[in-house]
């Protein structure tokens, strides 16, 4: 198994609303990446779980709450979105978080978000 | 800092050759990739560079020069569906990807 999974592929919610987006990865991997991207713009790092522990988070607003509740596993949790939170959030995964020619991040499809 | 430059949009002509330069300044270095991103899509990687340089992969290689703060990606013999964006990353000291702003390259027939 040599793939990142993300559900939901597509989302839209209310400002409102709670939703969550899950990544998954059977590959072994230690580290796990939450970005955003918005369209015709390179991808920003959120957050970064290494051994399923926090160690980054780049200033992103609390509305915004990741978990790891297992070392394949990588949760994002949405509440009270703005309608600027709009993009393509993207889960990647690496082997762990030294360097080497082994730390390519894995990319999941993607999920289209849009906060009405 | 860290400040990463690749051109905005490139054209190129379907079996042709495409070089896409990237060049970088950072306080921290720990390898560059080389990413390709189709539109709507997640990134996949194409190429790694840690020392100088040229690494080849079938149709595409990847050029390091660190002193010169420089790579680029030569794709050969391109085809209609090499038609995506390419996106530079540098490893910084922290074994994070800083991106550059990506490479929208244009096939025509």
């Known amino acids: 198994d040599t793939e990142v999974t993300q559900t939901p592929k597509h989302l839209v919610m209310g400002m409102t609303n709670k939703k969550s987006l899950k990544c998954e990865q059977h590959m072994g991997h230690r580290a796990m990446y939450w970005y955003k991207q918005k369209a015709k713009k390179p991808p920003e790092l959120m957050f970064v779980?290494?051994?399923?522990?926090?160690?980054i988070n780049e200033s992103v607003p609390s509305r915004f709450s990741p978990e790891c509740p297992n070392s394949s596993l990588l949760n994002l949790h949405l509440h009270a979105l703005q309608p600027e939170d709009s993009a393509l959030y993207l889960c990647?995964?690496?082997?762990?978080?030294?360097?080497?020619?082994?730390?390519?991040?894995?990319f999941g499809p993607g999920t289209r978000l849009t906060v009405l | 800092g860290q400040n990463i430059d690749q051109p905005t949009e490139m054209t190129a002509t379907e079996g042709a050759i495409v070089q896409i330069n990237c060049t970088y300044q950072?306080?921290?270095?720990?390898?560059l990739f080389w990413y390709q991103q189709h539109a709507g899509e997640a990134p996949t990687f194409l190429s790694y560079n840690v020392l100088d340089g040229l690494e080849e992969k079938g149709r595409f290689s990847s050029f390091l020069s660190r002193s010169k703060g420089y790579s680029y990606l030569l794709l050969k013999e391109l085809q209609m569906k090499d038609s995506a964006s390419y996106l530079c990353a540098l490893m910084d000291s922290n074994y994070q990807l800083i991106w550059g702003a990506g490479t929208k390259l244009i096939i025509k027939p």
């Open positions: 950072t306080s921290g270095f720990n390898g």
């Open positions: 779980y290494s051994y399923e522990k926090l160690s």
């Open positions: 990647a995964s690496t082997l762990r978080t030294s360097g080497g020619s082994y730390n390519e991040q894995f």
